[in-house]
């Protein structure tokens, strides 16, 4: 194929934030957010580089310093200022494929999930940073809306996602069934897609992403968020779910190993109690590792020991994401891996 789209678990050079402004939505507990990223990015850096879009030259004198106090190599920390609306960097940074055995990173148009919210900023993220010199890799505008928590790939051309999000009329509505599938074996290599009907989580804003509900851990195997709480409003659709996650087949037919993530207690907006949509789904694979969300609940050990069954061969780090989760996502919404060979010369991995 032309391209292929690389899946999650491919050898990285980085993982890319964007850091939350002052004057953001984050605003009122900035503090206790800043402390989740700044735990996320001590945790990578044990692995890989972390590149980091701040708002001004001020913000990155402070985060060098912060970082510099909790013992992160200055080698390993790239940071660049570049305006931004939010911190979603999973849906406005690039989407990386391999094309004659080099990556390209793809620059889809980014729309605030659908118009919700103001994104003009964080559509001109990847552009910008291309424009700084941020990237070794190629970097190709699409007109295509799509965010990178949509979709979810086994590297061997399935894509799985939602109908609720890639076929949503806010999205791409010039754009039938058949139409995205053509723009994704296009611009990804994509022979398969393994389409989503049912599934959702209350307090979500994108439609349903994948990375909410169900993904890939290696090319056999799907993890994806079960509900067992008949009492729960969620029980029905993602029982729903289940079955048609059960269905699937791998391209030589055979099922996949499914392996099904605790279900958390009802996570509650602290102030007006609106429900959030807490999910362990929301894992982050990286070299050697795979960081995972946990809400102090009961559930975070299960969900911590059923990954580490899928992933044996890599370290589990825990993150805490309930200041995350209060703006309705979670770590893997929060980050955008880069494969090996994006970065900079400068910027290469030390081997």
């Known amino acids: 194929m032309a391209n292929r789209l690389f899946p999650e678990w491919h050898p990285q050079d980085a993982i890319q934030l964007t850091w939350p402004r002052p004057d953001s939505d984050w605003s009122g507990f900035l503090e206790r957010i800043e402390a989740t990223l700044e735990a996320m990015v001590v945790a990578i850096v044990r692995y890989q580089h972390v590149m980091i879009g701040v708002a001004d030259s001020e913000t990155r004198h ?29 849906d406005h940074g690039p989407i990386a494929v391999e094309r004659h055995g080099h990556p390209v990173l793809l620059d889809f148009a980014f729309t605030g999930w659908g118009g919700k919210f103001p994104a003009d900023r964080d559509n001109a993220i990847t552009r910008t940073l291309a424009e700084q010199g941020a990237y070794r890799a190629p970097v190709e505008t699409h007109a295509m809306v799509l965010e990178g928590g949509a979709i979810d790939t086994d590297g061997l051309g399935t894509l ?60 056999q195997t799907i993890a994806y968020v079960r509900c067992d709480d008949r009492d729960d409003p969620h029980y029905s659709a993602l029982q729903a779910m289940e079955q048609e996650i059960q269905e699937f087949r791998q391209a030589d037919g055979m099922p996949y190993h499914l392996v099904p993530l605790p279900w958390p207690r009802a996570c509650r907006d602290p102030e007006d109690g609106h429900r959030l949509p807490a999910t362990y789904a929301n894992f982050l ?57 994006s970065l900079t010369a400068s910027s290469a991995i030390e081997e």
């Open 62 to 90: 402070r985060l060098g310093e912060t970082f510099r106090h909790l013992g992160v190599p200055e080698s390993r920390l790239h940071l660049h200022v570049v305006a931004a609306d939010d911190s979603w960097c999973r």
């Open 160 to 219: 799985l996602t939602t109908e609720a999000c890639l076929l949503n009329p806010n999205r791409n509505p010039g754009l039938s069934r058949e139409a995205v599938e053509t723009e994704l074996h296009q611009l990804m290599g994509i022979e398969r897609v393994l389409w989503l009907r049912h599934g959702h989580l209350e307090g979500d804003d994108t439609d349903s992403h994948v990375d909410t509900l169900a993904r890939f851990c290696d090319p």
């Open 285 to 341: 694979i990286i070299n050697g590792a795979v960081l995972v969300p946990t809400y102090g609940d009961a559930a975070d050990s299960q969900a911590l020991a059923t990954l580490g069954s899928a992933f044996p061969d890599r370290d589990i780090v825990p993150i805490d994401c309930r200041s995350a989760i209060r703006q309705h996502g979670s770590l893997h919404c929060l980050t955008m891996q880069l494969p090996r060979g």
